[in-house]
């Protein structure tokens, strides 16, 4: 469980507990109340159904979180990856809204290259 993950959901990406929780047709404040017990007093202090809620909407948005798979500079490519995106890169991929696991970034970051040097000549 990715506690700095779950710190900066709290803080600065709530929207991603709405989305869940709408996913699951939970009400939002249940939702957020359950992650905000974690982040202040840890897992072991969820009590009853609390301890649902947040297995269910909130442990998948810090816990073994896919990778949505990059598809090209352009979008062209359907590819499908069945990575995760890397534990320590979680928080950076709440931030900049962009979850991909280290080979699909590594070819983003390629493409990136790749484009600019282009652009730059």
Do not use: H
């Amino acid at each position: 469980m990715n506690l700095d993950a779950l710190t900066e959901i709290v803080e600065n990406q709530d929207n991603y507990l709405e989305g869940q929780a709408n996913d699951l047709g939970l009400k939002v404040g249940s939702v957020r109340a359950a992650t905000l017990i974690v982040d202040d007093e840890g897992y072991d202090a969820l009590k009853g159904k609390q301890v649902w809620v947040f297995d269910n909407a909130v442990r998948p948005l810090i816990e073994d979180v896919p990778c949505d798979g990059y598809r090209g500079p352009f979008g062209e490519d359907d590819i499908e990856c069945n990575n995760l995106v890397d534990d320590d890169d979680l928080v950076e991929s709440y931030q900049s809204d962009s979850f991909l696991c280290g080979y699909c970034q590594g070819a983003k970051n390629n493409d990136d290259y790749d484009r600019d040097r282009l652009m730059n000549e």
